[in-house]
C-alpha cells in the first residue's frame, strides 16, 4: 500500500504544478483536502456497515491528535505548495523525498539511535541536492528551499502518524486531519489570495487528481499502512515518489534531465537507500 501511495505522490508533484499555474497554492490545497475529506465519508460509511465500529480509546486523544496532525499537514503542504511555483516538479519531488533522511533524526525524540549510515546518507543526499537544483549558500533557489523546509515537517508528519494510527480507526482519523488542513488552508487563501473562480475551473483535473488520490487514497493508505510499519521503514518506501515525480515531470511537462541533475539524483537516491539499509543497522 505504500508503494501506490509513493506512485500517486509522485504523479501529484506535476498535477500540483500544472494546477498552480492557474490558481494559488492556499485555494488548491484547501480545495483538494477538502475533497479528500469528503471521499472518505463514503468509505466510512461502508466501513461502518460491514464491520463494527471500532471505539476511539480516548476520544480527546483522537480530536487533540487529528488536530495536530492536521495542523502539520497544513503547515508542509502549504510549504511545498508554495515552493512549487519555483521550482520543477523533479525538484520538488526529490527535495521532498529529504523527509526520509529526517525521519530518523526525529525519531530521537522516541530515543533512536542514528547510525553511520544515515551520516553518509546526509552527505550524499546533501551533494545530490546541490547538483540537482543548484542551491548554494549565497544564492539559494526560493522554491527549492520552502520545499526543502516542508520536508522536515513531511517528517514530523511521517513521525506523528507512526505514533497515532495504532490507536485510532485509521480512514476516520485521516478524515479528521484532512478537514483540518482543509479548514486551515481555506482561511489562509480568504485572508492572502484572491479566490478566481475562473482559475480553480481551469484547475479542475489537477484539484481533482490531487485531492481523490493523492490526499484521499494515497495519505489514508499511508495511516493504514503505518498501523503496522515503523516510521523508517514507511519513509524509506514513500520516498520513491522523487523517481515518479521525476519521470513525471519529463513525460507530462517535457522538463528537462540534465547529466548534472542525473547525478544529483543517483546521489540522493543513494544517500535515501543507504541511511535505511537495515544490514548496516546497529543491533
Known sequence: MLMIAAIIWGFAFVAQRSGMMHTSPFVFNGI????????????????????????DANRKHF?????????????????QQIGMVYTTAGN????????????????????????????????????????????????PKSGDLLVLISAFFFALHVQII??????????KFSAVQFAVCSLFSLIGA?????????????????????????????YTLQTISQQRANPTHAAMILSTESVFALLGGWLILSEDITPKGLLGCMLMFAGIVLSQLKKFQKA
Do not use: C, H
Open 32 to 55: 483538494r483536502f477538502l475533497l479528500g475529506a469528503l471521499f472518505l465519508i463514503p468509505v466510512l460509511m461502508v466501513r461502518r456497515s460491514k464491520e463494527p465500529v471500532k471505539d
Open 63 to 79: 480530536w487533540l491528535g487529528g488536530i495536530l496532525t492536521g495542523t502539520v499537514l497544513f503547515i508542509a503542504a502549504s510549504l
Open 162 to 171: 507512526g505514533q497515532l494510527a495504532p490507536k485510532f480507526n485509521p480512514v
Open 190 to 218: 480568504v485572508l492572502t489570495e484572491d479566490l478566481n473562480p475562473k482559475g480553480i475551473t481551469n484547475a479542475a483535473i489537477p484539484i481533482l487528481y490531487s485531492g481523490i488520490m493523492s490526499v484521499g487514497v494515497a
Open 92 to 139: 520538488g519531488g526529490f527535495i521532498t523525498s529529504l523527509y526520509v533522511i529526517i525521519v530518523p533524526f526525529i525519531g530521537l525524540l522516541w530515543n533512536r539511535n542514528i547510525n553511520i549510515q544515515t551520516w553518509v546518507g546526509v552527505v550524499l543526499a546533501t551533494a545530490g541536492l546541490y547538483f540537482l537544483s543548484g542551491i548554494n549558500i549565497a544564492s
